[in-house]
């Protein structure tokens, strides 16, 4: 349930202005596919997945999870970005890691987002050969955080989302 929290945030606060409710379409083991309609028209369907495991435990994470985002009329296509339930510090840069392979994001409030289309692009393939993924952040407090979240499901989940948003 607390997926379904996180994805009616995604679309009230990421996105446009929703004209309905968002709408699972599927789950994938560990990734949820949702669509909303905007109230300009366009369609938005993500993948959604919380983290498997976050540190420090002491600290107070709220909703946080990560998706991958397409827009119907194409004004993005496969998106990823990061949301933490806390405010991000406005100088850091988050960190995505698969394996060996990191990608720096730029942080706005509370969603981090990585900078350059191609780079989009070669963090999702390798989602889509990895088996987990590791986000580091910072709060506005200063509080260094780090998320595991599992990878199981997203090749299929993207599939999902391309269908429902062509």
């Known amino acids: 349930m607390r997926l379904l929290a996180a994805a009616a945030a995604l679309s009230a606060s990421a996105f446009a202005t929703a004209a309905a409710e968002p709408q699972q379409v599927a789950t994938y083991s560990d990734w949820m596919v949702f669509t909303f309609d905007t109230d300009g028209g366009d369609r938005i369907c993500y993948a959604v997945t919380e983290p498997q495991d976050v540190s420090p435990t002491s600290a107070n994470h709220g909703d946080v999870f990560f998706s991958v985002a397409s827009w119907r009329s194409g004004s993005a296509s496969n998106q ?87």
């Open 80 to 166: 990823p970005s990061f949301m933490a339930g806390y405010q991000l510090q406005d100088s850091s840069e988050p960190m995505v890691r698969i394996g060996s392979d990191r990608w720096e994001m730029f942080s706005d409030e509370r969603e981090a987002f990585i900078e350059a289309p191609r780079q989009e692009q070669r963090l999702i393939d390798a989602m889509r050969r990895g088996r987990e993924m590791r986000v580091s952040a910072t709060s506005a407090r200063s509080t260094a955080t780090n998320y595991t979240f599992s990878l199981i499901g997203i090749s299929k989940a993207l599939e999902r989302v391309e269908e429902a948003c062509s």
